[in-house]
């Protein structure tokens, strides 16, 4: 691995005695795409704030390609940042917002317009260059923002929920977009974002928040597929935790016991041993049920509801101790129960990750 573009070491911040972070370290490489995922007031925007420069840390350090920028000022960082609220100049054009930080550094119009012209190409904004901010749609505000920050050149680009203000369609053809520009251009991004969703289709890793703490870091696939702690589990994406009791531990995997029935599992993330209290993460889009236990793991049911949902359908199975599970089926599934009719639900144990029963304060 090549060395960080940008390292964050042992970051601390307070706000009227509120622990807002907690000795938060990263790295980011050069060409990364790197998300910071988490609810609301878990620290996000802080650390974004901090390596922009707009905040100084209570302790530790801010390196960019190896220089300590903690006490530069935001301008001496080579880093730029893209709000949610697009902050475009009302009285500019599009040309003008776009060539604001070439202007200021003292540039020539007959230099800056070629670079806008490139800029308007890569965010598909030609032939918008005479249109004020006002006659833009919010997808297009937000592309004008993005070239702004993009035509400086910046060795890192920092973006605090940029598609959180779009409609859900515009929001996912931005996420594709952003994603394209990003890689054409080679530079890091460090994105903020609550939307798994969004994360989860744009990152190269995901660093999941809380508390000022990250919970797990690792790329879409290791936290989706093997969380790291119950928070992640349930954060990311829709899971049903059942609280087992490990009965055994070998080098193949696990057996638990859960409603005095003994389920295998896959081998846990962690130091578990038998008699511990642990969760199993049964994600909803991989269960199925059925008339018949089958292979794999099965427990027994009642099937109390079910929804069309298009190309799926959201199935309710409530089991024989009452703990209700949801499953996202493909629509070939429907015919396989009728609400009130006793059904097995099932799952692969390969595809069941196991997690702590408890989860740590954070």
Not at 177 to 203: C, P, W
Request: aromatic letters at 6%.
């Amino acid at each position: 691995m090549s060395e960080a573009l940008l390292r964050v070491e042992g970051l601390e911040k307070s706000f009227e005695g509120s622990k807002i972070l907690r000795s938060l370290s990263f790295d980011v490489q050069p060409g990364e795409f790197v998300t910071l995922l988490g609810p609301s007031g878990c620290g996000k925007t802080t650390t974004l704030r901090i390596i922009a420069g707009l905040l100084e840390p209570d302790a530790g350090r801010v390196y960019l390609s190896g220089r300590d920028i903690t006490d530069a000022p935001p301008e001496k960082r080579n880093v730029n940042t893209v709000f949610q609220n697009y902050a475009l100049f009302p009285h500019m054009n599009v040309e003008k917002n776009i060539s604001y930080g070439l202007r200021v550094r003292g540039m020539k119009r007959a230099e800056w317009r070629p670079k806008v012209a490139e800029m308007l190409r890569l965010v598909q904004l030609e032939g918008c260059e005479k249109r004020m901010p006002s006659q833009l749609s919010g997808g297009q505000c937000q592309r004008v923002a993005i070239a702004r920050t993009l035509i400086l050149r910046p060795e890192l680009l920092l973006l605090d929920e940029p598609l959180g203000a779009l409609d859900l369609k515009l929001r996912r053809q931005m996420q594709v977009e952003l994603k394209d520009i990003q890689k054409r251009l080679g530079i890091a991004f460090v994105y903020i974002t609550h939307d798994q969703e969004e994360a989860l289709n744009m990152s190269d890793r995901i660093a999941v928040m809380r508390g000022g703490r990250f919970e797990q870091m690792g790329t879409p696939e290791q936290i989706y597929d093997h969380p790291a702690t119950r928070f992640a589990a349930e954060f990311i994406g829709q899971t049903n935790l059942l609280e087992c009791r490990v009965e055994a531990v070998n080098a193949d995997g696990m057996v638990l016991s859960y409603a005095g029935q003994r389920i295998p599992a896959r081998k846990a993330e962690f130091d578990a041993k038998s008699g511990d209290r642990v969760c199993l993460s049964l994600r909803t889009e991989r269960l199925s049920f059925g008339p018949e236990p089958g292979d794999g793991c099965a427990l027994e049911g009642v099937l109390t509801d079910r929804r069309y949902a298009g190309g799926s359908m959201r199935a309710t199975i409530r089991l024989t101790d009452g703990h209700e599970i949801l499953a996202m089926c493909t629509s070939a599934e429907r015919a396989r129960g009728e609400v009130g009719q006793r059904v097995y639900l099932k799952w692969d144990p390969a595809e069941a990750p196991v997690v702590c029963a408890e989860e740590a304060e954070p």
